[in-house]
């Protein structure tokens, strides 16, 4: 059975907002003052938005047009992702076997699935829509269509969208709120996953791990409400995480007789400024790593599941694992969940 092999990636987002800018938009609603303070404090500088809230505020909407906008921007960055990465790949749209898509933000039947037409996929192929799981949803999504691959043999497209600007909540904020309108920003990535084949180059999927952390559950939830989704992110989240992190991460190294030193880079989920911080000091990881993940927060905060993947795509083109050398995805999420993606080079 040949193996599944990531050959592309492409990373996209709406027009950037600085975030400077954003806390002088919500400066003088109550609570306004946390929002600056987190600002100041986030290791953001921007974040891509879908809904400009300077152009079209969408704190006062309700969740019938928060979805159908999220759902129509969704569709239309998402076949840019697609394009881009079938581009990249030099794959015909036409020999795509199954469109996998993973979002927490968008919700309908049919929905993203309906890029199989759009994007001039050929009638039969099949798709998958996964979620909502949060900013793990990509590996698990990524070990679902390595799964197809293997046993069909074809190649498959992942597409993970989040879009959270459709989503802002209204005042007042308290410091929680004001972490979460800071933190979250929009992007879509997509990722051509084909059969390993001598003299394609790429990144083998090769190892799945997953910890659930049942007690701290209600830590971090999503929820859809009256307002669109409403995110639970207690601060207890980087110390959970990071207590928890080695155990699957170790786990599975060592099922493939690997240790932490035989991996040379780490793509690590850029979920905010202290869970970069307190995973990367846990795992004791390389500094050239740990800087992909801050850059990408610090250009377009934290994405969830098309964050992780677009580290990885980072990583992968700066410095590109040689055949045999090994990467490891990381990313972590609700119900204190998280998962670990071993990667070898081909």
């Not at 891509?48 to 129509?72: E, I, K, Q, Y």
């Not at 155990?247 to 400024?273: E, K, N, Q, S, Y």
């Not at 846990?282 to 610090?298: G, K």
Request: glycine content about 10%; charged content about 20%; proline content about 8%.
């Amino acid at each position: 059975m040949p193996t599944a092999r990531i050959t592309s990636i492409a990373f996209t987002s709406p027009p950037q907002v600085k975030m400077e800018e954003f806390a002088e938009l919500l400066a003088g609603d109550p609570g306004g003052e946390h929002v600056a303070e987190i600002v100041r404090n986030s290791a953001i500088d921007a974040k891509g938005m879908a809904v400009n809230p300077f152009a079209d505020d969408p704190r006062r909407w309700g969740t019938a047009r928060r979805m159908a906008v999220s759902l129509a921007e969704a569709r239309s960055l998402g076949r840019e992702a697609i394009e881009q990465a079938l581009e990249r790949d030099g794959l015909p749209v036409e020999e795509v076997g199954l469109l996998a898509t993973a979002t927490t933000t968008t919700h309908s039947a049919p929905g993203l699935d309906a890029l199989v037409h759009e994007t001039g996929m050929r009638s039969g192929t099949e798709f998958q829509s996964l979620g909502p799981m949060g900013c793990y949803a990509a590996l698990p999504a990524l070990s679902t269509v390595r799964n197809w691959v293997e046993v069909h043999g074809r190649p498959a497209v992942l597409l993970c969208v989040d879009l959270f600007s459709p989503h802002l909540q209204p005042p007042p904020y308290d410091k929680e709120g004001a972490v979460v309108l800071t933190l979250f920003g929009d992007a879509a990535c997509a990722v051509v996953v084909r059969p390993g084949a001598a003299g394609r180059p790429g990144l083998d999927v090769i190892g799945t791990e997953m910890l659930y952390v049942p007690e701290f559950a209600d830590d971090l939830q999503v929820h859809l409400g009256e307002r669109g989704l409403h995110i639970r992110l207690a601060p207890t989240m980087p110390d959970v995480t990071a207590s928890a992190v080695a155990v699957p991460t170790d786990r599975m190294l060592a099922r493939h007789g690997l240790g932490r030193a035989d991996v040379r880079w780490w793509a690590l989920h850029p979920g905010g400024r202290r869970i970069i911080d307190r995973v990367s000091e846990e795992l004791d990881l390389p500094a050239d790593s740990v800087e992909v993940s801050r850059a990408l927060m610090r250009e377009y905060g934290n994405t969830a599941a098309p964050a992780v993947l677009g580290v990885l795509g980072r990583l992968q083109d700066s410095l590109p694992l040689g055949a045999g050398e090994h990467g490891v995805a990381l990313a972590f999420g609700p119900g204190a969940t998280i998962w670990a993606v071993l990667l070898r080079g081909a």
